[in-house]
């Protein structure tokens, strides 16, 4: 604006915009985009219109996106000299897998291992890919045994935290392989030697059952009085029943 009678020329007021970075989990809405703005500032209680703008949505992968000017104007008296834009980056979304325990008993099949999302959650329609494993088969003894992570995966868009389950396998007496596993003898030898120089070698059953064909004396003859099969002696072999 100029003023022929006085001179008096009224110029477009310099204003700079830069964009505020921002960031936010896969999957969540954006948050707002804001500005700060420079230069010789806005007087008169003048503000700017329209929006900051960006290409990122709530399915955009895991990444940086750039915040542009969009729709961001100011009025003719103003000149917006300069916009720096920011970037919104997006995150990996926190997911927990939890491992359901699980039992059954001994020589039959696993069951379905199965387990809990959590976390914030699978978003977009997207799914975890693979199973999780365990060390235990139908063969494996009566005991506690881990389930773990396996193949059990999620895509980049997801930071994974895996918290391992138990398969518990429980005995089932009536069997005839859980009983011959059970009496089957396994032998270990100690490196001490007794008063006669034999070897000490400890005999330890699975299942604690105990030998049936009579105990020996310290003197190498004859049944102990006891007759506990607790302890029996040859010339040069000591064997200890636990």
């Known amino acids: 604006y100029a003023d022929a009678a006085t001179g008096l020329s009224v110029t477009q007021r310099a204003l700079t915009v830069t964009a505020v970075g921002q960031s936010r989990a896969y999957g969540d809405d954006n948050p707002p ?14 503000s700017l219109a329209g929006a900051l ?43 927990t897998v939890i491992a359901n325990d699980q039992s059954r008993l001994f020589g039959d099949a696993n069951p379905p291992l199965t387990y809990v999302v959590g976390g914030d959650g699978l978003v977009n329609g997207d799914a975890l890919s693979g199973a999780l ?7 494996s003894l009566p005991g506690a045994y881990p389930i773990l992570q396996g193949s059990l995966a ?6 994974l935290t895996f918290d ?13 392989a859980l009983l011959a596993a059970l009496l ?6 100690t490196g001490a030697a007794d008063q006669t120089g034999g070897t000490v ?28 099969d607790s302890i029996v002696y040859s010339p040069r072999l000591k064997l200890k029943l636990n």
């Open 33 to 46: 985009l804001t500005y700060v703005v420079g230069g010789a500032g806005l007087v008169n209680g003048d």
């Open 53 to 95: 703008a960006t290409a990122a949505g709530a399915a955009s992968n895991v990444g940086g996106y750039a915040i542009t000017q969009g729709t961001l104007a100011a009025s003719s008296n103003y000149a917006i000299t300069a916009f720096a834009p920011g970037t919104l980056t997006v995150t990996a979304r926190p997911l």
């Open 133 to 139: 494993v365990t060390t235990a088969d139908p063969a």
């Open 154 to 159: 999620v895509s980049l868009n997801y930071a």
């Open 164 to 176: 391992p389950g138990e398969l518990t396998v429980t005995a089932r007496m009536t069997s005839p």
């Open 184 to 189: 089957q003898p396994t032998f270990v030898q």
């Open 201 to 228: 070698v400890t005999f330890m059953p699975v299942g604690g059952a105990a030998d049936t064909s009579g105990g020996s004396d310290g003197t190498g003859g004859g049944n102990d009085a006891a007759n506990d």
